[in-house]
């Protein structure tokens, strides 16, 4: 059977309650009569030979380049990069998509008589993997052939003697690589594709970057220019990112671009009935949800966190194709777009939204609140093609605890951030003027090459994120939230759905029109 | 006429340390060696001596720990049984009806000690060496010594000549509350040596704190002055005194670390303050500061310090130098020497610092005050005063 696409319900007198994610656990919700909730298409069939579909990738690529084989010869340099720990979300079932295709690079690499490689996780700014991580990421076989000879490196940005300027754009905007990188002779990406945003020039022009090319376009100017930035035709940070790959190709780098797409299928059995449509919840989802919610009521946060970030998601691979950068990227997107994007009519005056307990930057972490406002207004508000879900001068209600508590190992400027310019302003272009004093603090800088810490800049990055949604809602109310780091975001704390709606009539007036995305699992709405 | 009167009395002392340790700072009193009774003025030491009537007696730090019955028994030789507090007085004189602050040290020439300890003879009369002895009962200060009175009474309190300073006509009776403890911060600010550019980070923002900033501004030339501060009020005014940066007291670490760009290591700075000064007084606040200042910066304390547990392993390895800073007396000025009250009325002046008073009561409240003075920060108050501008004969 054929799964079925995204809906579009609307709420009437007989729909049951809607789940909320919030953070660490759920809520069922009463959405006024009227109100549309949008779900998800349902996961997409998985490549039955996921290996033999990659191998025929690597042998038949997209665009103007020769197969891998052919490209690979005795004596060369060949660097590997892949993603890092920020994708997939949640992290999957071994075997990691990661595995599966630098297996398969590997093997070639090896026919053809290959010595010289090494493997980088391109972090960019975000934090070192952990050895777990990387052997999860890579399995066991590539792990132990590589880490243990020093061939296993993760990117380091602020390495000055391992990274290399290439030029500036037309536009004036400073490329800089890993010098291993851009130094081989081939250097092959392996993306995993989880939103429309990711891969493509992006990959290697800001996984492999540094803080001097990252600022050009990691900024509230760019943010507030992308509409959005998962639409890489209406994207600046698609654009830019898209002039500095052409960059780093006409200076002879040679990047064989791998992509991979996932299904929808999200959670594992025991949570199924998290990506299910609540009406057709069966008696088991009904019990399940009833004791997790019972059960998570009563276990310490700390706890819950734990229980959550082991989940391992059975999300599969749809599809791999390899080759050339931009036309591998053409088919990937459409492959994101054909499992996610849902046709929406309109936008309306409120769109609410469950955060869950993940977000790119939080893998075995806390979603401290810069991250919750990066989640929502970052990420979820994005996800759509053509007009936000929510209109000018409407409101979001996110629902999400927010707790006042950061991971200090992984987020320490998150905290000096939060304790010391979301003091000063929430503005995200006034905040620009204390960036430059956090990227380059030595002490981030130090706990960033040395320890698992997002680099300084990071927390100004997920504050420019809000940009767009900041400029465009007039109000956004938290739901559940702790309420002085609420307010500390800038945003309203409200008790309960009612307590929310209620605040935002004062904006929108007393019967508005409302939008809730219920996701994850992730769904981008074609709003028309 | 009423006034308080505190008496050496075990039992009650130790009820104190109980009860405000149940229940907080300041609730003690009713329970404690502190009680309103009627006074008799107390006599006058001698000719030159003069009766003063309060006006507006603060209620310090130090009154409120001695209240608490957690004040260090390093002070039991230093004051005299029993007496009357209030060392931070406005009043008029008897007689001239001129109205003075009052310095309340008891140096060498309050006690007619011949020839004045050395302290004394350089004029820094907060050192003076003879405070138990001369002619007077043992005390540091009026307010603490059994023969001079103090400023919770409407019976007044006698004072030496030299301890008198008049009050210029613009100040209100506010202003003049504040000028005893604005001396305490000039000399505390003054202590910190503070050079051209210096970080500086104060912590507390009480009536010490906020004062310190204030004359740390007026006085010397930091670079950055960074204040934590526990409350939104003390965090408002921190700001309007000078603080560049206020934070909450947990957080001061954080933004010294951020502001010298230091490194971290062992819950110590790399880098640091180059100046801060101690506010508080508690072993918690001690242990944060050295943890902020610099290797070889200069610690300053001005908050009181009683028993304290602390692991001064830092200090001697980073080699910082603590410095204690109480009271005043006369200040080495680029001018010349000059008296630190003249300098704290100057200070008082420059930033409005009578707004700090946020409450008076009168002396028949005076548990009610104590209360509201224990939990001042938190009920967005700064100093608390007894008003006894009522209280005429």
Redesign the interface.
């Known amino acids: 059977m054929s799964p079925r696409p995204g809906f579009v319900l609307e709420v009437d007198r007989s729909t049951p309650p809607t789940l909320f994610w919030h953070g660490e656990g759920y809520r069922l919700e009463r959405l006024p009569i009227g109100s549309r909730v949008l779900y998800a298409p349902e996961p997409h069939h998985a490549l039955e030979d996921p290996v033999g579909a990659i191998r025929r990738a690597l042998l038949e690529p997209l665009g103007d380049v020769a197969p891998l084989p052919d490209q690979l010869r005795p004596g060369m340099r060949l660097t590997i990069a892949f993603d890092d720990v920020s994708l997939p979300l949640p992290p999957m079932r071994r075997p990691d998509i990661r595995q599966l295709v630098i297996e398969q690079v590997l093997d070639m690499a090896a026919a053809a008589g290959v010595d010289d490689v090494v493997l980088i996780a391109a972090l960019a700014l975000h934090r070192r993997m952990t050895d777990d991580e990387l052997r999860h990421a890579l399995g066991d076989r590539v792990y132990d052939a590589f880490a243990p000879h020093g061939l296993l490196l993760q990117h380091d940005a602020e390495d000055p003697d391992n990274l290399v300027h290439l030029g500036v754009t037309d536009e004036g905007e400073d490329v800089e690589l890993n010098k291993r990188a851009a130094t081989s002779d081939l250097l092959v990406y392996v993306n995993i594709n989880l939103v429309a945003m990711d891969g493509g020039h992006k990959s290697v022009a800001t996984g492999l970057s540094s803080y001097r090319s990252l600022r050009h376009h990691h900024n509230a100017r760019t943010m507030q220019h992308s509409r959005s930035f998962m639409d890489q035709d209406h994207s600046e940070l698609h654009s830019s990112n898209w002039r500095m790959g052409r960059l780093i190709a006409a200076s002879d780098i040679k990047v064989f671009q791998i992509e991979t797409t996932l299904n929808t299928d999200t959670f594992p059995e025991q949570f199924r009935f998290l990506q299910r449509r609540e009406w057709e919840w069966s008696a088991k989802d009904r019990a399940t949800f009833m004791a997790s919610s019972a059960a998570l009521a009563r276990t310490p946060p700390r706890l819950a966190r734990g229980i959550f970030h082991s989940i391992r998601a059975p999300h599969r691979m749809t599809s791999v194709q390899a080759g050339e950068v931009e036309a591998v990227h053409a088919r990937t997107t459409a492959n994101v777009y054909a499992q996610q994007l849902l046709e929406v009519e309109g936008q309306s005056d409120v769109l609410t939204m469950g955060l869950p307990y993940i977000c790119p930057y939080n893998v075995h972490s806390i979603m401290n609140p810069i991250l919750v406002a990066c989640l929502g207004l970052g990420y979820f508000f994005n996800m759509y093609r053509g007009r936000p879900l929510v209109r000018q001068g409407g409101v979001i209600i996110m629902s999400h605890p927010t707790p006042w508590a950061f991971h200090a190992g992984h987020h320490p400027s998150y905290?000096?951030f939060f304790?010391?310019v979301l003091?000063e302003t929430t503005d995200p272009v006034e905040i620009g003027k204390y960036e430059e004093?956090f990227a380059t603090?030595?002490?981030y800088v130090?706990l960033y090459r040395t320890g698992h810490a997002y680099h300084g800049v990071h927390p100004f990055y997920m504050w420019y994120w809000c940009a767009h949604a900041l400029a465009h809602v007039g109000s956004v109310i938290v739901v559940g939230g702790d309420r002085a780091a609420v307010r500390r975001l800038g945003f309203t704390p409200a008790t309960t759905m009612a307590d929310a709606l209620e605040l935002a009539s004062d904006l929108v007036g007393p019967d508005p029109t409302i939008t809730h995305l219920h996701s994850p699992p992730l769904l981008m709405a074609d709003v028309q | 006429m009423k006034g308080l009167l505190f008496e050496r009395n075990v039992a009650r002392f130790a009820a104190a340390r109980l009860t405000s340790a149940l229940a907080g700072s300041g609730r003690g009193a009713g329970v404690g060696p502190l009680r309103l009774t009627d006074l008799e003025p107390p006599e006058l030491p001698g000719d030159e001596w003069r009766r003063v009537r309060p006006l507006l007696a603060g209620i310090c730090g130090s009154d409120l720990a001695t209240m608490d019955g957690r004040s260090s028994r390093y002070f039991e030789d230093l004051v005299s049984f029993p007496f009357v507090p209030g060392h931070e007085v406005v009043g008029t004189v008897e007689g001239s009806g001129q109205r003075v602050v009052v310095e309340p040290v008891l140096g060498c020439a309050a006690r007619a000690v011949s020839p004045p300890c050395p302290s004394c003879a350089a004029g820094h009369t907060g050192g003076c060496e003879r405070v138990a002895f001369g002619h007077l009962a043992p005390g540091l200060q009026i307010g603490f010594c059994a023969d001079t009175g103090g400023g919770w009474s409407a019976a007044g309190l006698v004072a030496h000549p030299s301890q008198l300073h008049e009050v210029p006509e613009s100040f209100t009776d506010e202003d003049a509350a504040l000028v005893e403890p604005t001396a305490c911060a000039v000399h505390g600010a003054l202590a910190a040596k503070v050079r051209p550019g210096d970080t500086v980070a104060v912590v507390g923002a009480g009536t010490l704190g906020l004062t310190t900033i204030a004359a740390l501004r007026h006085l010397s030339q930091p670079g950055v002055v960074l204040a934590g501060a526990k409350y939104p009020e003390q965090r408002v005014l921190a700001e309007e005194l000078g603080a560049d940066v206020v934070v909450g007291p947990e957080q001061l670490g954080r933004a010294v670390r951020r502001q010298s760009r230091s490194l971290q290591s062992s819950g110590h700075l790399t880098g640091g303050a180059d100046v801060v000064v101690d506010c508080v007084g508690s072993a918690e606040s001690i242990a944060q500061s050295l943890a902020m200042v610099r290797r070889r910066g200069r610690l300053v304390l001005v908050g009181m310090p009683g028993v304290l547990r602390l692991d001064l392993a830092p200090l001697w390895h980073r080699e910082v130098e603590l410095a204690g800073a109480y009271g005043y007396g006369t200040e080495d000025a680029a001018a010349g020497p000059r008296r630190t009250f003249d300098i704290a009325m100057e200070v008082v002046a420059a930033y409005g610092l009578g707004r700090l008073v946020s409450a008076t009561y009168p002396l028949e409240r005076f548990e009610e005050a104590l209360a509201h003075a224990g939990a001042a920060g938190r009920r967005g108050a700064v100093k608390v005063a007894f008003d006894l501008k009522g209280t005429a004969p």
Do not use: K, L
């Open positions: 905290i000096d304790e010391q003091t004093s603090d030595p002490w130090h």
